[in-house]
């Protein structure tokens, strides 16, 4: 199993590592800071360097036997096994993914509809809700900026299904149930606006979503309304 970094602090930008496997065109280390495709999440590109070589990291992703698999461009060199990696993200383009994920739990939080599906991405991101009622984009863009503008300070924290069971009133104020069966849910709260399970990487404080346009807003069936949302910047 790879150490994930990048859930206890998703504002590291680089670390090293060891080597533990090579796949045809992927590498597994012991820890990272690059984030797995995942929750509607883009895996995180960068770079891998080792004395001597280095390659693009194009994509990352989850193998089969739950590690992560950080992927090189085609034809690019690989380090041996054993081999201790340096290992660098586009921070740009990663900073964006927390950016338009904590806008997500913003929008979720102003919408509070179920939520059917969603995707991020550096340039657009969108949520589908299950809802009939036409959305007022005037009205949920303003909400989503007063949620930007109070900074609420944003935090994940474990607790345990055992934890979670002797606090109903916990799961009550949740907009999504937790998945049970590992033992332990990682809990993402917003403090006043969003508490849910979730394991994507977040910014620190709602101020650092900044500016928020709402896009085209989609009616994917009866009860199933899309809405897209851009950075403005
Ligand atoms: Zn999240």
């Known amino acids: 199993m790879t150490e994930e970094l990048f859930r206890k602090d998703s504002y590291l930008k680089e670390c090293d590592a060891d080597v533990t496997a090579v ?8 820890r ?10 883009p895996g995180d590109t960068g770079s891998i360097t080792w004395p001597a070589g280095n390659a693009r990291i194009i994509d990352t992703r989850y193998g089969d036997s739950g590690q ?8 690019a060199p690989l380090p041996p096994v054993g ?9 740009d383009r990663r900073y964006r993914h927390m950016r338009m994920h904590t806008a997500m739990h913003l929008l979720g939080a102003v919408l509070r509809y179920g939520v059917t599906g969603g995707n991020i991405s550096a340039e ?21 900026q007063a949620l930007v ?44 606006v969003d508490l849910q399970p979730c ?3 977040h910014l620190k404080s709602t101020a650092e979503v900044g500016k928020v346009r709402i896009g085209k807003v989609e009616k994917k069936g009866r009860r199933n309304r899309r809405v897209n949302i851009h950075l403005d910047d």
């Not at 992560?68 to 034809?75: A, C, K, P, Q, S």
């Open 124 to 144: 657009k991101s969108r949520l589908d809700f299950d809802m009939e009622d036409t959305v007022d984009k005037e009205a949920v863009a303003v909400a989503m």
């Open 32 to 41: 990272t800071v690059f984030y797995p495709l995942g929750g509607g999440q």
């Open 149 to 192: 503008e109070a900074d609420h300070p944003i935090s994940c924290r474990w607790i345990s299904e055992a934890e979670l069971d002797t606090n109903p009133e916990l799961v009550r104020t949740m907009s999504v149930q937790p998945p049970r069966g590992k033992g332990e849910v990682r809990l993402l709260e917003i403090v006043g």
């Open 83 to 91: 081999e201790s990696v340096h290992l660098e993200l586009d921070w």
């Open 23 to 30: 796949e045809s065109q992927a590498v597994a280390v012991d």
């Open 199 to 201: 394991g994507g990487t």
């Open 68 to 75: 992560i698999l950080h992927v090189v461009e085609d034809g």
